[in-house]
């Protein structure tokens, strides 16, 4: 093992969300390729909106990916593994406690009094003079006697960090060179709150400190914060670890992508029929590059080439349509048992609904995988693509079957000679190659088009105007249920000549 320490730490307030997944796959990818450890902390502070519920999501939702940990909880609520633990920030609050208290004894930080109302009427001036917040320094340098009469008033105290004149420089791992003027940063910062409840900028470090983080990799959101990190691990005596900041994750239209406007929970995702293998091979691509044409890659190939210093700083936009298509890809390339048991929840949902009349076998789902593997974009599209084999009783409305080209009454004519022709076909030579002929001389003959006569028999007998090849699919309808599909389909539409 190197000394190489990266992490994830994701707070359990939402679902598992595309760009935490995205940056604990980068974590993960470093770690492996350079042999190194790769960390999970849940950071739980933030008590009112943390709930089992989410890291359970969490959790379930990176072990589907095939990400792993070396060192974290193993479960939900579960117990945790690893030199470093506990890897839940709650169960490390005496932790934050005896940092606070050694930066308030060296006069690195000291107890702020002010209430929220005084505070809130410090940034409403600010805003009146269209200054930036800023923390006014009130309680900065109270002498003894000062601050036990606030004491005395009954104020609580918060710890607040000293923010020094100065300008912090880093060598960002993805961005280079980063300088931020500490003027910049709203003053002196609260890193215990009045009622002891540590804030996020100190446990973070705190606990990348113990934990001997050695590199910080994370969205390109966390920038702003990394001058307040860099002035804590320095005060609290820890070298600091290298920071790598990911490029963001934009909507097509190029703005953030948020949970309010965009689908982020990885969740969806999988709901949706995404498999693994792509969400990997796409979330890999969101940001990194392999530097050559190559797009499919599975976790191991991406794992033997991953670093950062082919990640792009400019965003990374989220193309859906590209995501479909790699996943598309994979589906292709899933052995016949692995995509029959992966699509069989899929049509049972098909089934739970209604849309079909009840849940293939493993058996008949591998009978038609030839027929759909090329047209799955999605495990979700199976049943629009094929659902139409397992629903008992087909109803279409006739004015679908008519071809745009065509009136009623041609229509009619034609599927009648087309059921003729079909049922000419016998039972036990019921195959694509034999249907096929008859239809298209059928065609010929009377001079229609066989696009439209194959589209009427289509619609016919699927309810779908886009199907897997209709000779195909009539065969795995089966003779009988194909011709009184066309039954139903002629009597239909003969009604609609009047
Ligand atoms: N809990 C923080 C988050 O979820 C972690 C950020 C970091 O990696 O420092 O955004």
């Not at 945790?80 to 930080?109: I, K, N, S, V, W």
């Not at 990394?226 to 909507?251: C, D, S």
Request: net charge negative.
């Amino acid at each position: 093992m190197s000394d190489i320490r990266v992490r994830i730490a994701p707070s359990p307030t939402g679902p598992l969300h595309i760009g935490t997944a995205r940056t604990a796959l980068f974590n993960v990818l470093f770690a492996r390729r350079h042999g190194g450890t790769f960390i999970l902390r849940l950071e739980d502070t933030d008590v009112a909106r943390s709930t089992l519920a989410f890291e359970a999501d969490i959790l379930a939702g990176l072990h589907w990916l095939g990400i792993t940990w070396d060192e974290g909880p193993d479960s939900a609520g579960g117990e945790d593994h690893g030199p470093y633990g506990p890897y839940r920030q709650m169960l490390r609050l005496a932790r934050y406690a005896e940092a606070a208290a050694d930066l308030l004894a060296r006069d690195l930080a000291y107890p702020c009094y002010c209430t929220p109302d005084e505070l809130d009427a410090d940034r409403r001036v600010q805003e009146a003079a269209k200054q930036p917040p800023r923390y006014v320094g009130r309680c900065a340098a109270l002498t003894p006697a000062e601050r036990e009469a606030r004491v005395a008033e009954g104020r609580a105290a918060a710890t607040r960090f000293r923010v020094a004149p100065g300008v912090i420089g880093f060598d960002d791992a993805v961005r280079g060179r980063v300088e931020i003027d500490t003027a910049n940063l709203g003053g002196d910062f609260v890193i215990v709150r009045g009622d002891g409840t540590p804030l996020y900028h100190f446990t973070v470090v705190v606990d990348d400190a113990a934990m001997r983080i050695s590199h910080v990799i994370r969205g390109e959101d966390h920038l702003s914060n990394t001058p307040k990190h860099i002035l804590l691990f320095r005060a609290l005596g820890h070298p600091e670890p290298v920071f790598a900041h990911l490029p963001l994750i934009l909507n097509p239209d190029r703005t953030k992508m948020s949970k309010r406007k965009s689908r982020t929970a990885i969740s969806d995702y999988i709901a949706q029929g995404f498999i693994r293998e792509a969400l990997v091979n796409y979330l890999a691509l969101l940001g990194w590059s392999t530097g050559s044409e190559e797009e499919i890659l599975s976790f191991d190939e991406i794992a033997s080439r991953f670093d950062l210093d082919h990640v792009q700083k400019g965003g990374a936009v989220f193309d859906p349509e590209r995501l479909e298509w790699i996943n598309g890809q994979w589906i292709r390339r899933l052995d016949d048992d692995d995509l029959a048991a992966r699509l069989g929840p899929f049509l049972e949902a098909e089934h739970a609904a209604g849309r079909i009349d009840r849940t293939p076998t493993a058996d008949e789902i591998r009978t038609v995988l030839p027929m759909i593997r090329e047209r799955l974009p999605t495990l979700g599209a199976v049943g629009d693509l094929i659902g139409f084999l397992w629903v008992d009783e087909l109803t279409v409305d006739p004015a679908t079957i008519v071809p745009k080209r065509w009136d009623a009454a041609t229509t009619a004519t034609a599927l009648a000679a087309a059921r003729q022709a079909i049922a000419a076909v016998g039972d036990v030579s019921f195959e694509s190659e034999e249907i096929e002929p008859p239809l298209r001389a059928l065609a010929e003959r009377r001079g229609w088009k066989a696009g439209d006569l194959f589209m009427a028999i289509r619609v016919a007998v699927t309810g779908r105007t886009a199907t897997p090849p209709l000779f195909d699919t009539l065969v795995a309808l089966g003779r009988d249920r194909a011709l009184a599909r066309l039954d139903a389909a002629v009597a239909g539409v003969v009604s609609l000549v009047g």
